[in-house]
Structures are given as structure tokens and as C-alpha cells.
């Protein structure tokens, strides 16, 4: 990464975003707009189209149009992949223009901006360009005087609604399948990280893909999400988000067409450290990585961190050590190990989960505060709390923030139980020398992803998704597809 590089691009203004509808930029229907504030400095970086009901039954009546055209549902899949290809390239061609807007936006350390947003954008839609002609059919095993044919259709037009920590990591999971396998998309950013994804929205038109079936409306959820999630001619609603949106969904779904809705939703991921973990000064660095880069809003974060009592101070020392260590300042500073939280209403939240921890008995090891104050950005310090009993707040409800709780454990069946005592089930991570305590833990704690000797980092070949209360359906890998598809089968007699 080259500073100056960066230097010149923050200082680039940023134009006014419109809405991307039927392969034009549009404003609202109303002529209104949301101010974005960057959280680096607390300043208006720009504004964005503040969406209407109407403005979004414009794009779905595009997506939708371009559905029944034909003009990419129908298409060859080599020439759907030619296009995707394409887009691959061009959004690496613009990464660092892509990540430096986008952490302008929201706030995260550019370096692992960089790789995770347009770097992983990128990879995914290549890995569903190149998967897209090889995904077959079926026949059935019948009786000799019939034919069962099971064909792959897409499902129409995808809703994709998409949170602010890796919009376009996580607009990558959805739009890359669902566009790969035919569909037409209307995408609703979230309001406070909208700017890189509707960049990389207008890059797919660059790269090929006809008008009309990569919408993307920008604006609040209540409204345009709401109109997307009620619409009668949406097929499928993908989310990532938190569980309150994730709830009203579903209620959108039952009271129109029943679509079908998929949810990534939030966890409170365990990372259990055994005293015969292979190397803990390495596990202590990659549990404070593993909670606060990007200031904690990670869906997968491990922010319970469960500790064998007889390690459990000395570990809680090195973690402390870690996260101090870090710096946390300015994100586009290519040495800032931690940048800004997203907006000033996420740093209250978790300053009040704070204050809930020590009024309930916990103990602030380090961090706990606001810094950076006077840069008019949000900045926290990394935070360590121990003494979290298994029904603390801290122990149950996600902060999506640097908030790391920490409670100790005595036998493998309290970690166990610890573990999957919330209504989450979207990570965790076990640290042992021991085989079969290992494989012990992956098959008895209730989580979507579980690591051994290590925290995140999973790459695109895996699925990711939830169990209980962190969601259903899965994101990445070739199993993200099965949310994109309709199975029809032919029944034939001969
Ligand atoms: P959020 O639910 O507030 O918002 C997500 C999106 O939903 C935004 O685009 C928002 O505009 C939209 N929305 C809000 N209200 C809506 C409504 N009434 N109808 C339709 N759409 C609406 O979530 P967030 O704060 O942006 O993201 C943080 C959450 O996302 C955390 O809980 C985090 O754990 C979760 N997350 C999960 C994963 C995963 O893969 N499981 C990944 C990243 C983030």
C-alpha cells in the first residue's frame, strides 16, 4: 500500500450518489437526500439519494422487467460469465479508488479494507463467474418408462439488503450467485456505508450487464427496505444485518407473497482457550485481532472469550498486551491497526454496553472509553472486561463493537455448556493441542463456524451462516447458490 496514493484519493471531493435504476442514475423521486457522515472526522462527506416507496417500485419493476426480457436470465451462461469476469476485473482495477471511498463511508483500517472489501468482492463474483457453467442438472433414477428431469432456474428478482461493516464483501456473497445464476437484483445498501457497493453496482454496467438487472436504491431502511421486503413481485429477500430487521423480514414476507427470505444475522461468538493450547502468546494476538479489527463489527468477532481457569489471568494479560498494542486512529493511515466505528450512534451503544458490564459486576481490564475526541470522529479503545457471568449482558447480547467479555471455565463440559448458552450460533473458535478435545468441541458447540487454532479468515470455498438466532441459509462457497435457484422437475413419459 502506498500512502501518498491514499493521501491523494481521501482528498478527492465525493460527488453527490444517485440511485442506480434501469441502468441510470437517478435522484429520489421527491428530490431528497441523506447527508453521509464520515466517521473519521465526524464530517459531511457527501449525500445520497434519500429513497422513496416509489423510487423503489421503480427498480423492482425494472429488475423484474429485465427478468422476463430475457436479456441475461436467458442468456448463455459463457456470456454471463464473460460479463462477470469483467466486473471481477474492473473492481480490482479500481480497489484502492473502491476501498478509500468506502473507508471514508465507514471507517475501517484500510489495510484490512483493502483485501476484504474490493479484494474479496472481486474474488467472489470471479469464483461464481467461473462456477456458473459447470453447474448441472439432474436426472433422476425412475423406472425405465419415464424421465425425471431436474432442472436449476433462477428464482426472478432478488432483494438484497446489506449492513455497513463489508458492504461490498457481503454485497459480493449475495449479488455474485444470484446474478451468476440469472437473476435479476435490487440492492439496498445500508445508509451508512452505501458509497464503494454503488460504485461497484455501476462497474457491472461498465463490464457488460444489461440495464435494469442490477438495481441499487439507497436510503432508509424503513422505507425502502420496507417497500422491498412487502413487494409482491420480490422472489427471494437475502439479509445481512441484526436480528430486528432480520424479524421484520420475515413478518414483510408472511404479509405479501410468502418469498422466501434468507438472514445473516448477529452472533456472540465464543473463543475458548484451553491451557494446552500448541502456542498461547500467538492465540492471545489473534483473539485481540479476532474482536477488535474493524473496531469489533465483524458479525463473526469472538467477543466471549472463555478461558481455563488455571491460564486465565496470564491470558487475559497477553490479550491485554495485544489490543495495546494497537493502534487506533485515523483509518486511511496504511499503520492503523484499528479505525473508526461506523457512526456516532454505534460508539453510544457500545459505551453503554460498557457501563451495563461494570454496573453488573464485571471488571474493565483495559480500554472502556472514547478517544480521539477532538479529531471529531468516533474512535474506542479497545475494551476488556472481565468477570462476565454466563447471563451478563455482555455474556448474551451482541455489542458489535471492541467489547470483549471474558468468563473463566473449570472442565470442558462448563466450556461447552458456556459456549451455547445464547440464542446465537454464527462462530467460535477452540484453542487445544489435543485431537479429539478438538474435534470434541467442533461437534458440541452450536455454531455455523468453528475454528480450531486460529480465528477467521475462512476463505470463499467455505460456507458462512448460522445457526438459531444468527440466521439460515448460507453465504459464500457453491453452496450459496441453492438460495438463488427454483428446482423444477420435468416428469416425462416415454
Ligand atoms: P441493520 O439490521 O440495522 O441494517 C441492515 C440493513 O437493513 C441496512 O441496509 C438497513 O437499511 C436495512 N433495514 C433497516 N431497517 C429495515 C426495515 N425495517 N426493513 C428493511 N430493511 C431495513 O444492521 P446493521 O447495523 O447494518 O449491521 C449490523 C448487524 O449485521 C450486526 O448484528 C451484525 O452481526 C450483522 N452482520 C451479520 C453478518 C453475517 O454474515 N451473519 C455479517 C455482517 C454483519
Redesign the pocket.
Known amino acids: 500500500m502506498d500512502q501518498s496514493k491514499i493521501d491523494a484519493l481521501r482528498a478527492l471531493p465525493v460527488p453527490a450518489f444517485h440511485h442506480l435504476i434501469d441502468g441510470k442514475h437517478v435522484p429520489a423521486s421527491d428530490g431528497g437526500t441523506l447527508d453521509i457522515i464520515s466517521p473519521i472526522d465526524g464530517q459531511v462527506l457527501t449525500t445520497t439519494a434519500a429513497g422513496t416507496a416509489a423510487d423503489m417500485e421503480a427498480a423492482i419493476t425494472s429488475a423484474r422487467a429485465a427478468f422476463e426480457d430475457g436479456c441475461w436470465s436467458s442468456q448463455a451462461p459463457a456470456a454471463r460469465k464473460k460479463v462477470l469476469m469483467k466486473w471481477a476485473d474492473l473492481i480490482e482495477a479500481n480497489a484502492l479508488e473502491l476501498a478509500v471511498l468506502g473507508v471514508r463511508d465507514n471507517g475501517t483500517e484500510i489495510g484490512m479494507a483493502l483485501k476484504a472489501e474490493p479484494g474479496s468482492a472481486a474474488a467472489t463474483i470471479r469464483y461464481y463467474a467461473e462456477a456458473l457453467d459447470k453447474i448441472y442438472g439432474e436426472i433422476a433414477p425412475t423406472a425405465g418408462d419415464v424421465l425425471g428431469l431436474i432442472h436449476k432456474e433462477p428464482v426472478g428478482v432478488v432483494g438484497a439488503?446489506?449492513?455497513?461493516?463489508?458492504p461490498m464483501m457481503?454485497g459480493a456473497?449475495k449479488l455474485g450467485p444470484a446474478l451468476a445464476m440469472g437473476n435479476s437484483v435490487v440492492l439496498?445498501?445500508?445508509?451508512?456505508?452505501?458509497l464503494s457497493l454503488m460504485r461497484m453496482a455501476d462497474l457491472a454496467l461498465e463490464a457488460g450487464l444489461p440495464p435494469g438487472v442490477l438495481n441499487a436504491v439507497t436510503?432508509?431502511?424503513?422505507v425502502?427496505?420496507?417497500t422491498?421486503?412487502l413487494s409482491m413481485d420480490v422472489d427471494v429477500l437475502v439479509?445481512?444485518?441484526?436480528?430486528?430487521?432480520?424479524r421484520?423480514?420475515m413478518d414483510?414476507a408472511a404479509r405479501s407473497n410468502m418469498k422466501r427470505v434468507y438472514?445473516?444475522?448477529?452472533?456472540k461468538s465464543p473463543n475458548i482457550v484451553f491451557a494446552d493450547a500448541p502456542n498461547l502468546d500467538e492465540a492471545a494476538k489473534v483473539a485481540a485481532a479476532g474482536i477488535f479489527r474493524n473496531s469489533g463489527?465483524?458479525?463473526?468477532?469472538g467477543s466471549r472469550l472463555l478461558i481455563e481457569a488455571p491460564i486465565h489471568d496470564d491470558f487475559v494479560a497477553a490479550v491485554a498486551k495485544a489490543a495495546e498494542a494497537m493502534r487506533v486512529g485515523d483509518p486511511l493511515r496504511i499503520d492503523t491497526h484499528i479505525g473508526a466505528v461506523?457512526s456516532e450512534v454505534?460508539l453510544t451503544a457500545n459505551l453503554g454496553f460498557v457501563d451495563t458490564a461494570t454496573a453488573e459486576g464485571g471488571q474493565i481490564v483495559t480500554g472502556g472509553h472514547r478517544i480521539l475526541q477532538e479529531t471529531g470522529g468516533y474512535y474506542m479503545a479497545p475494551t476488556i472486561v472481565t468477570g462476565v457471568t454466563r447471563d451478563a449482558t455482555l455474556a448474551q447480547k451482541?455489542v458489535?463493537g471492541p467489547v470483549l467479555g471474558v468468563t473463566p471455565f473449570a472442565t470442558d463440559d462448563e466450556a461447552i455448556s458456556l459456549a451455547n448458552s445464547t440464542v446465537y450460533g454464527?462462530a467460535g473458535a477452540a484453542w487445544t493441542a489435543n485431537l479429539s478435545r478438538a474435534h470434541r468441541m467442533i461437534k458440541s458447540v452450536r455454531t455455523?463456524v468453528m475454528h480450531i487454532n486460529t480465528y477467521g479468515g475462512a476463505d470463499g470455498t467455505v460456507p458462512?451462516?448460522?445457526v438459531g438466532q444468527?440466521?439460515n441459509g448460507s453465504?459464500k462457497s457453491l453452496h450459496a447458490i441453492e438460495k438463488y435457484v427454483n428446482l423444477k422437475t420435468a416428469w416425462i413419459k416415454l
Request: net charge negative.
Open positions: 439488503i446489506i449492513p455497513w461493516n463489508f457481503i456473497w439496498k445498501p445500508s445508509e451508512t456505508a452505501s436510503g432508509e431502511g424503513r425502502v427496505g420496507e422491498l421486503g439479509f445481512t444485518g441484526s436480528g430486528g430487521t432480520g421484520r423480514l414483510y438472514l445473516e444475522l448477529g452472533g463489527q465483524v458479525c463473526v468477532a461506523n454505534q451482541e458489535f454464527l455455523g458462512v451462516g448460522g444468527s440466521g453465504d
